[in-house]
Nanobody, 115 residues
Framework: QVQLVESGGGLVPAGGSLRLSCAGSGSIFSLLDMTWYRQAPGKQREWVASITSRGTINYVDSVKGRFTISRDNAKNTVYLQMNSLQAEDTAVYYC?????????WGRGTQVTVYS
């Protein structure tokens, strides 16, 4: 069983930055493929960025050049550095872990960007 806890969300002005963290429990963190999703009010959950256990990284086009995903397996943590934030980035951000046929979700952290 893997438990995920997101943190780092908050209220930030447009153009600002935040760094989200997702801390995982358990001894298999380095084997997990980690993904950040977000869900804005009234919209479907959207994939934002992912990093595999081997370090392969991908981003949705709307955040390329602004967001950076990384992981620190020694700390069982994955990060999402978000720069040049825009109002459209306002959402609840969720962390997901996947391993073999198992999927685990965190409870999310709210990011609100105001202009």
């Amino acid at each position: 069983q893997v438990q995920l806890v997101e943190s780092g969300g908050g209220l930030v002005p447009a153009g600002g930055s935040l760094r989200l963290s997702c801390a995982g429990s358990g001894s298999i963190f380095s084997l997990l493929d980690m993904t950040w999703y977000r869900q804005a009010p009234g919209k479907q959950r959207e994939w934002v960025a992912s990093i595999t256990s081997r370090g392969t990284i991908n981003y949705v086009d709307s955040v390329k050049g602004r967001f950076t995903i990384s992981r620190d397996n020694a700390k069982n943590t994955v990060y999402l550095q978000m720069n040049s934030l825009q109002a459209e980035d306002t959402a609840v951000y969720y962390c997901k872990a996947a391993w073999v046929d198992r999927v685990y979700w965190g409870r999310g952290t709210q990011v609100t960007v105001y202009s």
